[in-house]
Nanobody
Framework: QVQLVESGGGLVQAGDSLRLSCAASAQPFNRYTMAWFRQAPGRERVMAAAISASGGGTYYADSVKGRFTISRDNAKNTVYLQMNSLKFEDTAVYYC?????????????????WGQGTQVTVSS
């Protein structure tokens, strides 16, 4: 069973930055595609960013392109989401997800493992 533990959420002002971290028990970690999804109240869970198992491919939702950066440190079994220039509409619960494929898929049903989520609140 793969366990994912997110950290780094919080309350910030518009324009601020946050870095989310997700520590994974997945082994070997470099065989898992990792993703960050987010879910605002009353809305569907959607992908914000993803990084392939090899690290050679990334995906960003249009709404976060140029502001968010996903990265992974395979030596630490950790994936990060650097979020800059945060906006009110970035407010959501952010979830880390993993699947055992070297292929990025964007729908949440294609991910096998999930963290508990971390709240990000951006005040305007």
């Amino acid at each position: 069973q793969v366990q994912l533990v997110e950290s780094g959420g919080g309350l910030v002002q518009a324009g601020d930055s946050l870095r989310l971290s997700c520590a994974a028990s997945a082994q070997p970690f470099n065989r898992y595609t990792m993703a960050w999804f987010r879910q605002a109240p009353g809305r569907e869970r959607v992908m914000a960013a993803a990084i392939s198992a090899s690290g050679g491919g990334t995906y960003y939702a249009d709404s976060v392109k140029g502001r968010f950066t996903i990265s992974r440190d395979n030596a630490k079994n950790t994936v990060y989401l650097q979020m800059n220039s945060l906006k009110f509409e970035d407010t959501a619960v952010y979830y880390c997800a993993a699947n055992l494929r070297d292929l990025i898929r964007t729908h949440h049903t294609t991910y096998d493992y999930w963290g508990q989520g971390t709240q990000v609140t951006v005040s305007s």
